[in-house]
């Protein structure tokens, strides 16, 4: 195995999707021209103007009901018409999936219609302003139209045009009561809509953002995620004092030619899945996996006292772990682990497919260690023994000729050392009780 191999990364499964969590009615609604192939993205987009074309189609019963009631049947079948016309594409929507036609056609209907209807009630003040309902078109169109701008362009031309309408517009014969009325509900209806529009289009991204931050924190340390994001890149740090493991399944890539695929991903999921809650369980940095390989660090990226100790404990934990377990072809796992304990250089580089990786003589030495030991035990340098074994039971191996390194007497971790019993103290004349 090569340390300089490019690493695999383990995506923890993301959450259910917003929309899984509504009752079924508002579900089926929203879910409404959603296709398979359809990102979370798109479908929060599909979702929002589809949730938007039905509060207005419902909202519109009291204009159509009001206006035919006045006798303006003009009037009142231009929101009618927009009703109709909503049912009609919501369900064209549903059979066919085209978004784009559904989108184009009711941001130009709501654009539209609001100014048709002010100039057929004669202007600003008797239609109450109705013309706001069109305001929603190029704020829909921000986070849904992929190019935003001619709709709002649009609007502002169709308010000049309103402005230059109104003196040949006749008002229509309103009672100043439902005037004032309808003052009050196009505002209201207006502010009611943009502010639903808007908040649950901003709960969809901040459920991505969630998901998001729960991706990048399972793929790098939570303290270099922060500082990603703020914007410092290449990031690189280095570390006097960091205790390197490198694991390898002997053996494996033989085996893994008996198995299926789905066998073999199984096994190293199940595997991995157990070393990264060791790891985390000790405040150990999961660095990579390269095929049935593990990395693992201790006092990076954030220094700790005992980083070396808990290393020591998490190899015999997974050594302990491989030769409890039977190979799926039959016989026995084993794992061959190395370690190193020394300076060493982490950070992330690279604008695609970053990662937080270590860089370093000692992270060289730890792979070698592992490469050139034995199926079953955990090999340590001799700076890594000499700073574990007041803690742990070695036994010495014969010199070894490793690659780039020269002769290296390696040692054999074997186990936690005994801990000395308390000697009691003796008085004159008694026990150590005094009894």
């Given at each position: 195995?090569?340390?300089?191999?490019?690493?695999?990364?383990?995506?923890?499964?993301?959450?259910?999707?917003?929309?899984?969590?509504?009752?079924?009615?508002?579900?089926?609604?929203?879910?409404?021209?959603?296709?398979?192939?359809?990102?979370?993205?798109?479908?929060?987009?599909?979702?929002?103007?589809?949730?938007?074309?039905?509060?207005?189609?419902?909202?519109?019963?009291?204009?159509?009901?009001?206006?035919?009631?006045?006798?303006?049947?003009?009037?009142?079948?231009?929101?009618?018409?927009?009703?109709?016309?909503?049912?009609?594409?919501?369900?064209?929507?549903?059979?066919?999936?085209?978004?784009?036609?559904?989108?184009?056609?009711?941001?130009?209907?709501?654009?539209?219609?609001?100014?048709?209807?002010?100039?057929?009630?004669?202007?600003?003040?008797?239609?109450?302003?109705?013309?706001?309902?069109?305001?929603?078109?190029?704020?829909?169109?921000?986070?849904?139209?992929?190019?935003?701008?001619?709709?709002?362009?649009?609007?502002?031309?169709?308010?000049?045009?309103?402005?230059?309408?109104?003196?040949?517009?006749?008002?229509?014969?309103?009672?100043?009561?439902?005037?004032?009325?309808?003052f009050v509900l196009n505002v209201g209806a207006v502010s009611l809509v943009v502010y639903f529009l808007?908040?649950?289009?901003?709960?969809?991204?901040?459920?991505?953002?969630?998901?998001?931050?729960?991706?990048?924190?399972?793929?790098?340390?939570?303290?270099?995620?922060?500082?990603?994001?703020?914007?410092?890149?290449?990031?690189?740090?280095?570390?006097?004092?960091?205790?390197?493991?490198?694991?390898?399944?002997?053996?494996?890539?033989?085996?893994?030619?008996?198995?299926?695929?789905?066998?073999?991903?199984?096994?190293?999921?199940?595997?991995?899945?157990?070393?990264?809650?060791?790891?985390?369980?000790?405040?150990?940095?999961?660095?990579?996996?390269?095929?049935?390989?593990?990395?693992?660090?201790?006092?990076?990226?954030?220094?700790?006292?005992?980083?070396?100790?808990?290393?020591?404990?998490?190899?015999?934990?997974?050594?302990?772990?491989?030769?409890?377990?039977?190979?799926?072809?039959?016989?026995n796992l084993s794992l061959r682990i190395g370690i190193d304990i020394g300076p060493v250089v982490a950070?992330?580089?690279?604008?695609?497919?970053?990662?937080?990786?270590?860089?370093?003589?000692?992270?060289?030495?730890?792979?070698?260690?592992?490469?050139?030991?034995?199926?079953?035990?955990?090999?340590?340098?001799?700076?890594?023994?000499?700073?574990?074994?007041?803690?742990?039971?070695?036994?010495?191996?014969?010199?070894?000729?490793?690659?780039?390194?020269?002769?290296?007497?390696?040692?054999?971790?074997?186990?936690?050392?005994?801990?000395?019993?308390?000697?009691?103290?003796?008085?004159?004349?008694?026990?150590?009780?005094?009894?």
């Amino acid at each position: 195995m090569s340390v300089d191999e490019s690493p695999e990364i383990t995506v923890a499964r993301s959450p259910g999707a917003w929309w899984e969590r509504l009752p079924i009615w508002a579900r089926r609604l929203v879910t409404i021209g959603a296709l398979p192939e359809d990102g979370e993205d798109e479908r929060l987009r599909k979702a929002s103007l589809v949730l938007t074309a039905t509060m207005i189609t419902v909202m519109a019963v009291v204009w159509v009901a009001t206006y035919a009631s006045l006798g303006l049947y003009l009037s009142a079948g231009i929101p009618l018409v927009y009703q109709v016309v909503s049912i009609v594409s919501l369900f064209a929507l549903a059979r066919s999936g085209r978004f784009e036609v559904f989108r184009t056609s009711q941001l130009a209907l709501i654009m539209l219609l609001p100014m048709l209807l002010q100039w057929s009630l004669g202007g600003f003040a008797s239609s109450s302003a109705v013309m706001l309902w069109a305001l929603i078109s190029p704020l829909a169109a921000l986070v849904l139209a992929p190019r935003p701008l001619p709709w709002f362009v649009a609007y502002l031309t169709l308010t000049a045009v309103s402005g230059l309408l109104e003196p040949f517009l006749s008002p229509a014969s309103i009672p100043a009561t439902v005037n004032v009325l309808f003052f009050v509900l196009n505002v209201g209806a207006v502010s009611l809509v943009v502010y639903f529009l808007l908040r649950y289009f901003t709960r969809g991204l901040a459920a991505e953002r969630e998901k998001s931050e729960s991706l990048l924190l399972n793929v790098l340390p939570a303290s270099i995620a922060r500082r990603l994001k703020n914007g410092e890149h290449p990031l690189a740090d280095r570390f006097e004092e960091a205790t390197v493991l490198f694991a390898d399944l002997v053996g494996f890539t033989p085996m893994s030619e008996q198995l299926s695929p789905e066998t073999v991903v199984e096994l190293l999921d199940d595997l991995f899945s157990q070393f990264d809650a060791m790891a985390e369980r000790r405040g150990l940095e999961k660095i990579k996996t390269v095929g049935d390989a593990y990395v693992v660090v201790g006092g990076v990226p954030e220094p700790a006292a005992n980083a070396a100790e808990e290393v020591a404990d998490m190899a015999l934990e997974m050594l302990a772990l491989v030769a409890a377990r039977g190979a799926p072809s039959g016989g026995n796992l084993s794992l061959r682990i190395g370690i190193d304990i020394g300076p060493v250089v982490a950070g992330v580089i690279g604008q695609r497919k970053f990662t937080y990786d270590l860089w370093g003589d000692t992270v060289n030495t730890a792979s070698r260690m592992e490469s050139h030991g034995v199926a079953g035990q955990i090999q340590v340098t001799p700076r890594a023994y000499r700073r574990l074994s007041h803690h742990f039971r070695f036994e010495q191996r014969e010199p070894l000729l490793v690659k780039g390194k020269g002769r290296i007497a390696p040692y054999l971790l074997i186990g936690r050392a005994p801990v000395p019993m308390p000697q009691a103290s003796s008085g004159k004349g008694g026990s150590p009780t005094g009894s």
